[in-house]
């Protein structure tokens, strides 16, 4: 059985650990490549989780009231140029230009699911947030403001004046 970090050790439920694909620069010779990463993530309480994604940048951290949201934190601080040039892309069904998690639809707390939403169209499929992607979906890949764009036409069509009474 695999170690697992110290800061799961003290923790209610037991921590999951998986491996994650990751695309982002070679410190040494610069050159972009696909990396295999590690995600960690163990519910604190019945609301919250607590994250940390592994990878040549070393260890990203969060809490969040769900996986796809705490992924979601992760990745905006690794997807921001300022910090990563290029940024690094953690290469999940989760990161899905069309995929969020709505919750109450598949899956409640802790969110490991997150349903793909096509303007126009009632959601019926859901993806597991931390599963790599496959060949074929790379090109559905989006960062977190294509994602958050994307739900936001979604949710329109379905409610007019959806967000902030129809400002977004």
Same mark, same amino acid.
Do not use: M, Q, V
């Given at each position: 059985m695999e170690e697992l970090p110290e800061w799961t050790k &003290? $923790? +209610?439920? *037991?921590?999951? =650990?998986?491996?994650? *694909?990751?695309? $982002? #620069? &070679? *410190? +040494? =010779? $610069? #050159?972009e490549q696909v990396w295999v990463g590690r995600v960690v993530w163990q519910a604190v309480n019945a609301k919250e989780i607590k994250m940390a994604v592994y990878g040549p940048f070393g260890r990203k951290m969060t809490t969040a009231d769900s996986v796809f949201s705490a992924l979601g934190y992760i990745r905006m601080e690794l997807e921001h140029r300022d910090n990563y040039d290029p940024p690094w892309k953690v290469l999940v069904k989760g990161a899905r230009r069309d995929a969020w998690h709505v919750g109450h639809l598949v899956s409640i707390f802790p969110g490991e699911r997150a349903e793909i939403l096509v303007p126009g169209e009632k959601a019926t499929e859901s993806v597991d947030v931390l599963e790599m992607l496959d060949p074929d979906e790379m090109p559905k890949w989006g960062n977190v403001q294509e994602q958050m764009k994307n739900s936001l036409e979604y949710f329109r069509r379905f409610t007019p004046g959806f967000g902030a009474g129809g400002a977004l």
């Open positions: &003290d $923790g +209610e439920f *037991p921590a999951i =650990s998986r491996n994650i *694909p990751l695309y $982002g #620069k &070679d *410190p +040494e =010779s $610069g #050159k």
